[in-house]
Antibody, heavy 122, light 111 residues
Framework: QVQLVQSGAAVKKPGASVKVSCKAS????????IHWVRQAPGQGLEWMGW????????VYARRFESRVTMTRDTSITTAYMELSRLRSDDTAVYYC???????????????WGQGTLVTVPS | QSVLTQPPSASGTPGQRVTISCSGS????????VSWYQQLPGTAPKLLIY???QRPSGVPDRFSGSKSGTSASLAISGLQSEDEADYYC????????????FGGGTRLTVL
């Protein structure tokens, strides 16, 4: 069965970086884009960007593109999201999600990771 | 401020039909398909509707979606207590070189 398993919670100091992993299994890793979505405490969902595991190509949300790097390692079917220059308002649960393969399904995510809480104390 | 506008709250009694709206613009809902997600407390979102009105397998037919112009709606009929959750709409926005966008979310309360 399809699974996305993320790395554990992290506490980081302001100005530091965090790298969250997303281990995929149960499907062809290179066949589906992986998106990253975050959710601050008590807030809504925020799209951060996607990576094409086949080519390594990425698209980032404008507000993150100077601080985020999405990568993948196809040998271990794992995607990564690294966010740098952390601030207290980056405190959130970070999710990876698999995009459905269809020509119009850019924000259709059928499987999600369990979420990774990243805390940046102020 | 979310690009897609949803009412912050909605409510209904068991058995009722409720609808949740999602308003956007020509660059997002007007040009792309809409998905809907249900999020129970402390869990990851779950896909409810995609391509405006398609249900993934396993999603009850009590849930339905529609889109007209720059707005979309999620309808839940035969409301049940387990439907109490947060609901989000999502679509692609063609402005700013393309980006995913979510609504601010609607908390549904089953009275």
């Amino acid at each position: 069965q399809v699974q996305l398993v993320q790395s554990g919670a992290a506490v980081k100091k302001p100005g530091a970086s965090v790298k969250v992993s997303c281990k995929a299994s149960g499907y062809t890793f290179t066949g589906h884009f992986i998106h990253w979505v975050r959710q601050a405490p008590g807030q809504g969902l925020e799209w951060m960007g996607w990576i094409n595991p086949n080519s390594g190509g990425t698209v980032y949300a404008r507000r993150f593109e100077s601080r985020v790097t999405m990568t993948r390692d196809t040998s271990i079917t794992t995607a990564y999201m690294e966010l740098s220059r952390l601030r207290s308002d980056d405190t959130a649960v970070y999710y990876c999600a698999r995009e459905v393969r269809c020509s119009t399904c850019y924000t259709t995510f059928d499987y999600w990771g369990q979420g990774t809480l990243v805390t940046v104390p102020s | 401020q979310s690009v897609l506008t949803q009412p912050p709250s909605a409510s209904g009694t068991p058995g009722q039909r409720v609808t949740i709206s999602c308003s956007g613009s020509s660059s997002n809902i007007g040009s792309n398909t809409v998905s809907w997600y249900q999020q129970l407390p402390g869990t990851a979102p779950k896909l409810l509707i995609y391509s405006n009105n398609q249900r993934p397998s396993g999603v009850p037919d009590r849930f339905s979606g529609s889109k007209s112009g720059t707005s979309a709606s999620l309808a839940i009929s035969g409301l049940q207590s387990e439907d109490e959750a947060d609901y989000y709409c999502a679509t692609w926005d063609d402005s700013l070189n393309g980006r995913g966008v979510f609504g601010g979310g609607t908390r549904l309360t089953v009275l």
